[in-house]
């Protein structure tokens, strides 16, 4: 379960985000879309932890991550869009890091499986540098998803996958959410989030805009009734193009 | 293309300036800049004449000294230059400047050209630490003088890691197309080795007799036909700062540009396919460093092995160990790093060997050198070691997402370091130990450098602990403007700045050790009356317990400050 409550950041006189607030449940995977500098990966960027709210609470699986950060950060997997990995340490070696920091007992168990899933039981030995980006970018993955995280943040998660890649992500969020995690989805691909969101919350200059699934949203709007994500998104965030005669 | 290549690197420096000098909005930056412009006052503009400097002068060993000095520089980027780290362009470079229409030629000229704003900075820096009249005829001569020495050093450092990278990538074709220079290395190889050889007894008979003695010696025979040769070139690079007028200076300056333009020519015409193939390289590397988002400049090589299985992490423990775990392994998969164990392992056992054998001389400098290595690490070693938060900030996002309490990070990092470091020089210290195992002579008996070791294995730790914290809340206080990643600002053309950090550094230490060396001693002395040389042990306990209680309040204050540490306002990648 993730908990936003009137979530604010700053910086300088500049609001990046404000009064943001939300609930994703657990099995629920919300796609948070917005134009660029609309404040989703500040958004997210709070929920991890790595920037301090302004003002606002943030609960992961029930701990205030301001006063229980361990506990609350202990809960959750923040997967970035550009995959944050160490260039001294081997896939396999990046999964025993996590599992140390994550205190994940069945480890040894369990690494030889996520590499299977993920396609990187070839390069167990491979150092970041003699990976693609793309291998670089399922071994984040890999990292995020070890601990069974009871939250789990994805920015872009899709970014330098192929499309057997693509799929086989999109699979192992939805199992993910099915498994009793509460997901946020970060991404400018619409058609990921039509596919697999429940809800959508839609930011625009740090203010929610949209919060709800795509029918409670167009319900909302009776002019947007009958059309895509993409036309109600750029609707209603203001980008909305002259039709084409 | 000069114009656009000024224009990048004036804009370039400028920008960075104006940026770092947004975050006096900040108090703590403020503080830091007012510290740092008194601490320079007092370094370059509060200083007396030394009366070492004129007695060095007159005594002719200033030119033989800095000569002397320049070749181990020299030597040393030879031996370990790390030669990516001065081929390297940024990503950025490598994505607007391969890809335009610029012969490689033109991107040597660019390189040279960046290069020149960190050595006018540290010509600046020279010319204020050499103020007040110590050497040379005049504040601007010395300046000009020094400016030519840095250059040229710098370009001499960019033409041996060409040759390096020839040889290291194209195996014999590129001895092939680097002959001239591998012959002139060479000659100089062979001429220095009998120089040394001839100059060996001498010096061993001056070192006998007092340091004085010692540098006339040195003197004497650096003017012996073969040593002035190797020496030329060192010599004519520091005569024009070590001359007392203008016609001296006029004298030394002529060989000293001569000297300037060949290095300039030896770079410059190195655009050659073979250059290309170098520059290709640079540009594979620097998109794997793009790739790997580490930030603009890169850390040594990392040579890859798997690891035995009782160093694999466990995942039950403490949570932070997976930090110091991960920096460790860090540390130990750098190719430097096993080449120093290497190089110190067969040291030791050359040491020891010709210690036993009553070969005095060779174990003797063996373990000098080790010992005075021993001690320098101790001072630029938490400069060096940087496999801690300096390293790991650029990854703040990462750290800041793991389950773990600021404090907790600052103590792996930098117990990884510490740990790093001390090894080091605790095996310096065993090569010289081995050493001198055959010197009946030496001021100290047996068990007594037996005692000195052990005393080492315990205040090493907490010391460097000490020391490498110094340097990681400096990074985590100043994420904007200080130096971040593993690779530190090298070279000669950096010297000044280090040679500052490294200034400041030894008075914040010595800061930092005042209270428990205080309370230390003072136990010692109060109990001595009655336990005599055990009040030694209870001394070192609450010395011990003293800088640890210090370093475990700066290690919870410098967590706060690392979890309160907002990326995006420290200036730190986002």
């Not at chain 1, 932890?49 to 609960?59: L, M």
């Not at chain 1, 990995?85 to 994550?102: I, N």
């Not at chain 1, 930011?203 to 029918?215: D, E, H, K, P, Y």
């Not at chain 2, 775990?325 to 096993?338: C, D, G, P, S, Y």
Request: charged share 15%.
């Amino acid at each position: 379960m993730i908990e936003v409550d009137g979530l604010q950041k700053l910086y300088g006189d500049f609001p990046a985000v404000q009064g943001v607030s939300f609930t994703v449940g657990p099995g629920e995977v919300v796609g948070l879309v917005g134009p660029n500098g609309a404040g989703k990966t500040t958004t997210l960027r709070s929920i991890a932890g790595i920037i301090i709210p302004t003002q606002g609470q943030i609960r992961i699986a029930g701990h205030d991550l301001a006063r229980e950060p361990v506990s609350a950060k202990a809960a959750l997997a923040f997967i970035p869009d550009e995959p944050h990995l160490f260039e001294y340490l081997t896939v396999e070696e990046h999964l025993r890091f996590v599992a140390r920091l994550y205190r994940v007992h069945d480890a040894e168990a369990r690494i030889p499986g996520v590499l299977e899933e993920l396609e990187l039981s070839g390069k167990r030995t491979a150092l970041p540098g003699e990976l693609s980006r793309g291998m670089k970018q399922k071994l984040a993955i890999a990292c995020g998803l070890l601990h069974h995280p009871q939250a789990l943040l994805l920015d872009e998660p899709l970014t330098g996958l192929d499309p057997a890649g693509i799929r086989r992500m999109k699979r192992t969020i939805v199992g993910h959410a099915h498994s009793g995690s509460a997901v946020i989805l970060s991404s400018h691909l619409l058609h990921l989030i039509e596919e697999i969101c429940s809800r959508v919350l839609i930011l625009r200059r740090g203010r929610v805009v949209a919060f709800g699934t795509v029918s409670d949203i167009v319900a909302d709007r009776p002019e947007l009734s009958g059309r895509r994500l993409e036309d109600v998104f750029l609707a209603l965030v203001g980008q909305e193009e002259e039709p084409e005669r | 293309m000069i114009g656009v290549f000024a224009y990048l690197v004036w804009r370039s420096g400028y920008n960075r300036i104006v940026r770092q000098l947004r975050h006096l909005r900040s108090p703590r930056y403020v503080a830091a800049l007012l510290l740092g412009a008194g601490y320079l006052w007092i370094i370059l503009f509060d200083q007396r004449p030394s009366p070492v400097a004129s007695r060095a002068i007159t005594g002719g060993w200033i030119e033989v000294v800095g000569a002397l000095a320049l070749l181990g520089a020299v030597a040393w980027g030879w031996v370990f230059g790390v030669e990516r780290r001065v081929l390297a362009f940024s990503p950025a470079e490598v994505t607007f400047l391969f890809s335009a229409p610029i012969s490689r030629r033109g991107l040597i000229q660019f390189k040279l050209l960046r290069n020149q704003l960190l050595i006018l900075f540290n010509t600046l820096l020279w010319t204020l630490i050499l103020s007040r009249e110590r050497f040379g005829a005049s504040p601007w001569l010395r300046s000009l003088s020094i400016w030519i020495l840095l250059t040229t050093l710098s370009f001499h450092r960019l033409g041996a890691s060409f040759v390096r990278t020839s040889l290291s990538e194209h195996g014999r074709y590129g001895v092939r197309h680097r002959v001239v220079s591998m012959a002139v290395l060479g000659i100089v190889c062979i001429a220095l080795l009998v120089s040394l050889a001839e100059a060996l007894p001498a010096l061993e008979a001056g070192r006998a007799s007092g340091a004085l003695a010692f540098l006339n010696a040195l003197s004497a025979q650096a003017e012996r036909p073969l040593a002035r040769v190797v020496l030329w070139p060192f010599t004519t690079m520091v005569r024009p700062l070590s001359a007392g007028t203008i016609t001296e200076w006029l004298h030394a300056i002529g060989p000293a540009l001569a000297l300037l333009l060949l290095h300039a020519v030896w770079v410059v015409r190195s655009d050659s396919a073979f250059e290309e193939a170098a520059a290709e390289a640079s540009l594979d590397r620097a998109r794997a460093a793009a790739d790997r988002r580490t930030g603009p400049r890169r850390g040594p090589t990392v040579a890859h092995r798997p690891l035995p299985h009782f160093l694999r992490l466990r995942p039950a423990g403490w949570r932070a160990g997976a930090i110091f775990w991960k920096n460790l392994i860090a540390v130990f998969r750098m190719r430097r790093t096993r080449s120093a164990v290497l190089a110190v392992v067969v040291a030791g056992a050359v040491a020891a060997v010709s210690s036993m054998r009553g070969q005095s001389t060779l174990a003797d400098i063996a373990g000098w050198l080790s010992l005075t290595w021993a001690g320098v690490m101790l001072i630029v070693g938490p400069q060096w070691v940087r496999n801690d938060l300096r390293g790991d900030l650029t990854k703040l996002d990462l750290l800041r997402s793991y389950p773990l309490r600021g404090s907790s990070i600052v103590q792996a990092e930098v117990s990884a370091s510490t740990l790093a470091l001390t090894l080091m020089q605790l095996g310096l210290l065993l090569v010289a130990y081995l050493a001198f195992l055959g010197n009946d002579e030496f001021r100290f008996d047996l068990p007594e450098r037996t005692l000195l070791l052990g005393a080492a294995v315990v205040y090493l730790p907490l010391i460097n602990f000490a020391g490498l914290l110094i340097h990681n809340a400096a990074a985590v206080l100043y994420p904007a403007w200080v130096h971040l990643g593993v690779g530190r600002p090298g070279g000669v053309e950096a010297l000044g700045q280090n040679m500052l950090m490294i200034i400041a550094f030894t008075i914040l230490l010595g800061i930092t050790l005042v209270i428990p060396v205080t309370l230390g001693g003072a136990t010692v002395a109060m109990l001595h009356p009655w336990i005599r040389n055990a009040a030694l042990i209870p001394g070192t306990l609450v010395l011990l317990a003293t800088l640890g209680a210090e370093a475990w309040l700066i290690v919870n204050w410098l967590g706060r400050v690392f979890e309160r540490t907002d990326p995006g306002s420290a200036g730190l990648p986002a």
